[in-house]
């Protein structure tokens, strides 16, 4: 995962850990696994297709929503089981990710441009604030909170016909 991009670990969540201590230790690896592998997916999925609305053509970016422009943020955003089962993430490997997710000023040095014309010019440095349009979190916190109990419920039901 590159640097610049945003990562959202599901480890940190208190209702995951609420619901740990409840499963017996015996099938715990199992269940939480399967359980975490649906509840990753799950915020991937609502991410993409809920939190990152249609884009407005050329219209100016709305102010607590983040409008989807080219798709690359969308296609980007994945999930991580690669360090299971100590670990679930998602996220996107996006440089621009993270300034979306948390709000970001970010600093554009001087360059040169070229007009339609096909004349250079230098543009002066300046920086932008771009405000704060989360659509991690969210997706993260309402799986957890509405679908990740029925996960865990269809995993225990699973380990116990083993």
């Not at 590159?2 to 715990?28: E, M, Y």
């Amino acid at each position: 995962m590159a640097a610049k991009g945003v990562r959202l670990d599901a480890t940190d969540s208190a209702i995951l850990k609420r619901w740990l201590r409840d499963i017996d230790p015996a099938n715990r690896r199992g269940v939480v696994a399967h359980a975490m592998k649906s509840v990753v997916f799950a915020g991937v999925r609502d991410a993409k297709e809920k939190r990152i609305i249609r884009g407005r053509g050329n219209a100016a970016p709305l102010p607590k929503e983040l409008t989807r422009r080219s798709g690359f943020l969308i296609q980007s955003i994945s999930g991580d089981l690669s360090q299971a089962p100590k670990r679930w993430s998602m996220g996107s490997p996006a440089e621009y990710a993270a300034v979306h997710e948390t709000g970001k000023r970010v600093a554009v040095p001087p360059h040169t441009r070229t007009s339609k014309k096909g004349k250079s010019f230098k543009v002066k440095g300046y920086s932008i604030k771009f405000p704060k349009r989360p659509y991690l979190r969210p997706a993260a916190e309402y799986v957890m909170r509405v679908k990740a109990r029925d996960f865990f419920r269809i995993a225990l039901k699973r380990a116990q016909r083993r």
